[in-house]
Every structure is written in structure tokens, then in C-alpha cells.
């Protein structure tokens, strides 16, 4: 850090704020159904700047007040949240309570400016994790209280413009997801299904399908091996409290959406958890499938060599040799099978398929292998070319890096020096 201008002070947490350690509550008094207080346990319940209620406890030993700024301190140590209101933490986060010397909103954006600092002090082979004494001991830049209002309104104007350049990024990803369905729904559909015979059913009911094709059930794409098909360990058997930063990946549903499995602070757990749940794991070649979601259905081949472990709103299918797990991702995602995963989702709040009915209520329309392999050849190549034009127009960690840069300048004093304009993004 440059030296900082007159009037301000490098000053430790213990100095400025009040520093509340988490505390964790008896395992006995969590609870999913509202009763008690919300209780976080760490950054997996991090939103963009609130938390979101996972749980309750009755029981809270330690408690953060509304506006608080939320550190987590092990497994990453770093990422804030600010508390929206009362809530118990665990000891994976700490409060942060702003003094009389310190602006609450200017806390939150002086941490996040100093989180790699806090994060280089962590200790630990499991997992990494800083004491409350380095935590009260983390020092930030405090300028007198009209400048850090006057950075907060500077930080906050520049950083929408970044947020609105990551919207923009993000949306042109979401139509990339669309086109990936359409394409999916046209290769395989469009194929499956040739114009002649649209409309016309099968003596089951069913779309009648070309020559060549034929309706396939989860069972027989399986091998009619039952531990083939299955979903994520549910409840005790796997919990926040087994995450950890290195070790054996977990797959959730979020990564089979994007296609991306080890993305930065994606949680691990140990392998020897890993070893009690190898009825769970996911393997190279093995088909995901998400169970939950509006609507639910999306698809993708776990690529890594590295098994991982699904968690509880996935499935997962191991096909036999017959069929093309490449394949088998995009006829799951076409308007054939879709249309049927629909038909069997249940739930208001929350829509879901469950095992037994995507065991017996999902047929896939498969041609001969070598075609199956023409068409998955034919898909990638289009996704290919659109990605590219995609991740070639604006990178999100070319936003990122803007981001942190606006951040060191904001807390150095040289933000009326460097300037964030649209042109930087």
C-alpha cells in the first residue's frame, strides 16, 4: 500500500470496530423450517452482498446485528456479506461492527479492498483459516468520516457502471445458453423427428421417431444397473460444515449449468469423506443432470480425470458403452426429453424431478452410435464458435481486474485520480 494521504490512519479492526467471532451452535438446534434465528455458517451463503437463509437455529450463541459486515475466516478467508438482519453466525464468519470512526458501508468496501492482505495470513493444511486475533489485528485505511462518505458515493457510481458491464457479459451468456438449447433441440429433434413424421404419434403415445431411432429408457442407456442412476447424499451425510478448500470436488447445480467444475473457491471435501459417499461420485464420462431449477433438466459430461462428488439436487446417469455420454447431454437437453422432465416435476417454491420418476418417466431418443457421434461432432463445433465470439468480445476477469483496481486507487486516496470509464470495459 502507497503512503496514505494527510488525515488518514492505517488502523487495526480491534481499534475501529467491534469484532464478534462466530460461535457454532449445537448441531441439534439446526433446522430448515424457520424456527429460531437465521443462522450463516460461512462464504457458501454469500449472495452479492447479502446472505441467504439456508437454516435456522434455536439455539445461537453469537449474533450479528443488521448492517454488520460479515467476514468469512476459514475455507476461504476473505469474502463479505453485510447482515440484513439479526441473525447467529458460525465459526466459520466473524461481525464486524462499525465505531463511531468508521462509515458501515465504507467497513464493507475497505474490507474487500484488503481481503487478499487478510487472506495471505491464513494458516492451516485442511483448510485455511486466520484467528480472532489476526482478524482484530487486520488493519484498513481510515480517512476522516466525510471522505469516506465522499469515496463510498464515488466507489458505488463507478462499480454500477463495472456491474452493468458484468450484466451485459452475463446476458450475452444467458442467450448463449439459449441458443445451446435450441441447437440441442435441433440436432437432436430436428433429426430424430423428420418433418414428414412431425406430429405423428407411436402406438405408446410417443413423438414417432425416423428410421434409425429408436426410444431409449434410463435403465437400458444404464446397463440396468441401478447405482448407475443416482443423486447427491442428502440431510447429515453431507453438510456445510464438510466443506473445505482442497481435497475432493463437489459437483453442484450451478456447475452443470455453466459447465464448469472447478471454478475459483468451488468447495472440496476430504477424501476421506469422499470415501463414504463413493455411491455418489461423478466420474469422467458420466452424464449430470439437474433435478431442481425453473425448470430443471439442464445437462452436461463431467470432463475432469478427478472424481468429484454430486450433491443433493443433482443426478447422475453412467452409460454403457453403447451410448455417447456427449450425446446423451444433448438429447436430455432437447425439446423431446425436456418436455417429459417437465411433466414429472413437482413443487411450488422449489421445482424438482425425483429419482424413481426420471428412472421411469424419461425416455431418450437414440440413433445408431456412429451417428450419435456425427451429431455430438456437428453441436460442439457450432458451441465452439459461438463461445468464442462470446468470451472474445469482453472478458469478465477483465471487469474484475477493473474492479480491484477501482478498489486499491479508492483506498489509497488516488480515487479522484483514477477515473473508471465506460471506455476501460
Same mark, same amino acid.
Given at each position: 500500500?502507497?503512503?496514505?494521504?494527510?488525515?488518514?490512519?492505517?488502523?487495526?479492526?480491534?481499534?475501529?470496530?467491534?469484532?464478534?467471532?462466530?460461535?457454532?451452535?449445537?448441531?441439534?438446534?439446526?433446522?430448515?423450517?424457520?424456527?429460531?434465528?437465521?443462522?450463516? =455458517?460461512?462464504?457458501?451463503?454469500?449472495? &452479492?452482498? /447479502?446472505? #441467504?437463509?439456508?437454516?435456522?437455529? *434455536? $439455539?445461537?450463541?453469537?449474533? !450479528?446485528?443488521?448492517?454488520?459486515?460479515?467476514?468469512?475466516?476459514?475455507?476461504?478467508?476473505?469474502?463479505?456479506?453485510?447482515?440484513?438482519?439479526?441473525?447467529?453466525?458460525?465459526?466459520?464468519?466473524?461481525?464486524?461492527?462499525?465505531?463511531?470512526?468508521?462509515?458501515?458501508?465504507?467497513?464493507?468496501?475497505?474490507?474487500?479492498?484488503?481481503?487478499?492482505?487478510?487472506?495471505?495470513?491464513?494458516?492451516?493444511?485442511?483448510?485455511?483459516?486466520?484467528?480472532?486475533?489476526?482478524?482484530?489485528?487486520?488493519?484498513?485505511?481510515?480517512?476522516?468520516?466525510?471522505?469516506? =462518505?465522499?469515496?463510498?458515493?464515488?466507489? &458505488?457510481? /463507478?462499480? #454500477?457502471?463495472?456491474?452493468?458491464? *458484468? $450484466?451485459?457479459?452475463?446476458? !450475452?451468456?444467458?442467450?448463449?445458453?439459449?441458443?445451446?438449447?435450441?441447437?440441442?433441440?435441433?440436432?437432436?429433434?430436428?433429426?430424430?423427428?423428420?418433418?414428414?413424421?412431425?406430429?405423428?404419434?407411436?402406438?405408446?403415445?410417443?413423438?414417432?421417431?425416423?428410421?434409425?431411432?429408436?426410444?431409449?429408457?434410463?435403465?437400458?442407456?444404464?446397463?440396468?444397473?441401478?447405482?448407475?442412476?443416482?443423486?447427491?447424499?442428502?440431510?447429515?451425510?453431507?453438510?456445510?460444515?464438510?466443506?473445505?478448500?482442497?481435497?475432493?470436488?463437489?459437483?453442484?447445480?450451478?456447475?452443470?449449468?455453466?459447465?464448469?467444475?472447478?471454478?475459483?473457491?468451488?468447495?472440496?471435501?476430504?477424501?476421506?469423506?469422499?470415501?463414504?459417499?463413493?455411491?455418489?461420485?461423478?466420474?469422467?464420462?458420466?452424464?449430470?443432470?439437474?433435478?431442481?431449477?425453473?425448470?430443471?433438466?439442464?445437462?452436461?459430461?463431467?470432463?475432469?480425470?478427478?472424481?468429484?462428488?454430486?450433491?443433493?439436487?443433482?443426478?447422475?446417469?453412467?452409460?454403457?458403452?453403447?451410448?455417447?455420454?456427449?450425446?446423451?447431454?444433448?438429447?436430455?437437453?432437447?425439446?423431446?426429453?425436456?418436455?417429459?422432465?417437465?411433466?414429472?416435476?413437482?413443487?411450488?417454491?422449489?421445482?424438482?424431478?425425483?429419482?424413481?420418476?426420471?428412472?421411469?418417466?424419461?425416455?431418450?431418443?437414440?440413433?445408431?452410435?456412429?451417428?450419435?457421434?456425427?451429431?455430438?461432432?456437428?453441436?460442439?463445433?457450432?458451441?465452439?464458435?459461438?463461445?468464442?465470439?462470446?468470451?472474445?468480445?469482453?472478458?469478465?476477469?477483465?471487469?474484475?481486474?477493473?474492479?480491484?483496481?477501482?478498489?486499491?486507487?479508492?483506498?489509497?486516496?488516488?480515487?479522484?485520480?483514477?477515473?473508471?470509464?465506460?471506455?476501460?470495459?
Amino acid at each position: 500500500m502507497t503512503e496514505l494521504p494527510s488525515g488518514w490512519k492505517l488502523a487495526p479492526l480491534a481499534e475501529v470496530t467491534s469484532v464478534i467471532l462466530g460461535q457454532s451452535p449445537p448441531g441439534s438446534s439446526y433446522n430448515t423450517i424457520g424456527e429460531g434465528i437465521p443462522f450463516f =455458517q460461512g462464504k457458501s451463503e454469500f449472495g &452479492e452482498l /447479502h446472505p #441467504s437463509v439456508r437454516q435456522w437455529t *434455536t $439455539s445461537g450463541t453469537k449474533f !450479528a446485528e443488521s448492517g454488520d459486515v460479515l467476514v468469512s475466516v476459514r475455507a476461504p478467508v476473505g469474502p463479505t456479506n453485510v447482515a440484513d438482519q439479526r441473525c447467529a453466525i458460525g465459526r466459520g464468519l466473524a461481525a464486524l461492527r462499525a465505531g463511531p470512526e468508521v462509515d458501515p458501508a465504507y467497513l464493507l468496501w475497505a474490507m474487500r479492498a484488503t481481503a487478499p492482505t487478510l487472506a495471505s495470513k491464513a494458516t492451516g493444511t485442511t483448510f485455511s483459516a486466520v484467528t480472532g486475533a489476526v482478524l482484530k489485528a487486520h488493519a484498513i485505511p481510515v480517512a476522516p468520516l466525510d471522505e469516506q =462518505q465522499r469515496i463510498v458515493a464515488t466507489l &458505488e457510481d /463507478h462499480l #454500477s457502471r463495472l456491474d452493468a458491464a *458484468t $450484466s451485459s457479459i452475463t446476458h !450475452a451468456r444467458t442467450l448463449s445458453a439459449f441458443f445451446r438449447r435450441s441447437l440441442a433441440n435441433d440436432v437432436s429433434a430436428g433429426w430424430a423427428v423428420t418433418p414428414e413424421l412431425r406430429g405423428q404419434l407411436d402406438a405408446e403415445g410417443r413423438p414417432l421417431l425416423g428410421p434409425g431411432w429408436s426410444w431409449k429408457s434410463v435403465e437400458e442407456i444404464t446397463g440396468g444397473v441401478k447405482s448407475n442412476v443416482t443423486i447427491g447424499p442428502f440431510g447429515s451425510n453431507l453438510k456445510v460444515a464438510d466443506y473445505c478448500e482442497s481435497g475432493t470436488p463437489l459437483v453442484f447445480v450451478r456447475n452443470i449449468r455453466s459447465k464448469e467444475f472447478l471454478p475459483p473457491g468451488q468447495p472440496h471435501i476430504s477424501k476421506e469423506k469422499a470415501a463414504t459417499l463413493t455411491g455418489h461420485q461423478a466420474v469422467k464420462g458420466d452424464v449430470l443432470v439437474t433435478k431442481m431449477g425453473d425448470p430443471p433438466g439442464d445437462s452436461a459430461v463431467y470432463p475432469l480425470d478427478e472424481p468429484a462428488v454430486i450433491t443433493s439436487d443433482c443426478l447422475r446417469l453412467r452409460p454403457t458403452g453403447d451410448f455417447l455420454p456427449e450425446y446423451l447431454g444433448i438429447a436430455i437437453e432437447s425439446g423431446l426429453v425436456r418436455s417429459q422432465i417437465l411433466a414429472i416435476t413437482s413443487g411450488v417454491a422449489q421445482k424438482k424431478v425425483s429419482l424413481a420418476r426420471f428412472r421411469r418417466g424419461v425416455l431418450i431418443p437414440c440413433p445408431a452410435f456412429s451417428m450419435q457421434v456425427e451429431m455430438a461432432d456437428r453441436f460442439n463445433s457450432a458451441i465452439d464458435a459461438t463461445q468464442r465470439s462470446i468470451n472474445g468480445a469482453r472478458h469478465l476477469d477483465r471487469v474484475d481486474a477493473l474492479r480491484l483496481g477501482l478498489l486499491d486507487a479508492a483506498f489509497n486516496g488516488e480515487l479522484g485520480v483514477r477515473e473508471v470509464g465506460s471506455a476501460d470495459v
